[in-house]
């Protein structure tokens, strides 16, 4: 087991024992298990899964959306510090979608590369969240 602490800038999300932990970086999804080797690393912005039991089904793992941050893996410690992070029981997947496809519309009528900028961030945000939603949706079945 690996100790896993999540922490956003509302607070501490997660903080305990997990069997396994999949974290979206920029090399790709990377699975952290107990022994993990020493890393430092970039989250991108996906979902973060956490099987709490080596026997815990899909269905049973916890879910998160993140839009990126840092993690630090050391002596079966795993710390990820995130801007925001999500659970999927807390998302609204109504809401979610109209977020998202409001943010489109914002890039679609951006006039600059900052308006630019900030829709796709607000879409990247969505998608992530829908994907959770759409995750929890699923493992729900």
């Not at 024992?17 to 979206?24: D, G, K, Q, S, T």
């Not at 107990?34 to 080596?54: K, W, Y």
């Not at 809401?95 to 009528?109: T, W």
Request: glycine share 4%.
């Amino acid at each position: 087991m690996i100790h896993f602490r999540l922490v956003s800038q509302s607070g501490v999300q997660f903080d305990n024992e997990a069997y396994e932990v999949i974290l979206p970086t920029l090399d790709g999804q990377i699975g952290v298990l107990t022994d993990h080797m020493p890393l430092v690393s970039v989250i991108s912005p996906g979902v973060i899964e956490i099987r709490v039991n080596a026997r815990d089904s899909d269905r049973k793992m916890e879910l998160f959306a993140t839009n990126g941050g840092v993690i630090e893996v050391s002596h079966n410690q795993l710390s990820v510090l995130v801007d925001e992070a999500d659970h999927a029981d807390s998302i609204n997947e109504a809401e979610a979608q109209a977020a998202y496809e409001k943010a489109q519309i914002l890039k679609a009528e951006a006039k600059d590369e900052v308006s630019l900028e900030h829709a796709q961030k607000l879409i990247d945000r969505h998608s992530v969240r829908l994907q959770v939603a759409n995750l929890r949706r699923r493992h729900q079945r």
